[in-house]
């Protein structure tokens, strides 16, 4: 079945450090590919996604390119902030298996100042 | 203005009760799925409606009831309540149809069984 594989955590940066976490699948299908947020007490939100092999989404400053050989999806930031602070899911759809997202397990960041 | 809604934000219940939360959605679209997040933020599906059929039932104790009596609202009846049911439930919607596959959360419900 399908299956996501992210960094683990926690990940602890300073203010404006370069960020990246990684993130693998597996899929009989052609999924598309998702990065979700969630904030301190909130419900995950959607930051970024990409539907077909080589697009990148963006947004808020982050990145991430789907990579059919690689099979990997990995969010990257250039300088991250306080305010970035979170627990960031790596997810995959499969339209084909009743619309079911698979997610990873979470990897929580912490910048400091 | 709220897209996914929950209610209630915090429920505190002894066990053995049964008790119920309640979700509702405005954006318009035709699936709606119950989540289920433990103390370590791993995130577990355990239910789908699409237009009000049940279509994903993961491996969930059935005294777990979900009930979706139009596409706009999916509830989540729990039955005499146990310790290892204490967590946080999301609700979660998105246009299977036509859309991607994002997803769009509530704010969560945490349930607290003691």
């Known amino acids: 079945g399908d299956s996501v594989t992210q960094m683990e955590g926690p990940v602890t940066l300073s203010e404006e450090a370069f960020l990246t976490i990684n993130c693998t699948y597996t899929?009989?299908?052609?999924?598309?590919l998702f990065w979700y947020v969630q904030y301190p007490g909130e419900g995950l939100q959607l930051l970024l996604k990409a539907t077909k092999a080589d697009d990148k989404g963006s947004n808020k400053g982050f990145e991430a390119t789907y990579r059919k050989e690689t099979t990997s999806f990995h969010l990257e930031k250039g300088s991250v902030q306080v305010s970035d602070s979170a627990v960031y899911f790596c997810a995959l759809s499969d339209q084909g298996n009743a619309g079911k997202s698979t997610f990873g397990d979470g990897t929580t960041l912490t910048v400091k100042p | 203005d709220t897209a996914v809604s929950q209610t209630p934000k915090y429920l505190v219940t002894q066990m053995g009760n049964d008790k119920s939360i309640k979700c509702e959605q405005n954006?318009?679209?035709?699936?709606m799925y119950w989540y289920k997040q433990d103390s370590k933020k791993f995130l577990k599906i355990m239910f789908s409606y699409n237009n009000k059929e049940l279509i994903i039932n993961e491996t969930v104790p059935n005294r777990f009831s979900p009930k979706s009596p139009d596409k706009a609202h999916l509830n989540l009846h729990i039955n005499s309540l146990e310790l290892g049911d204490s967590a946080v439930y999301f609700c979660?919607?998105?246009?299977?149809?036509?859309?991607?596959?994002?997803?769009?959360f509530g704010p969560g419900t945490r349930l607290t069984v003691t």
């Open positions: 979660a919607s998105s246009q299977r149809s036509r859309g991607r596959g994002e997803q769009y």
């Open positions: 954006l318009g679209h035709d699936t």
């Open positions: 899929a009989t299908g052609y999924p598309s």
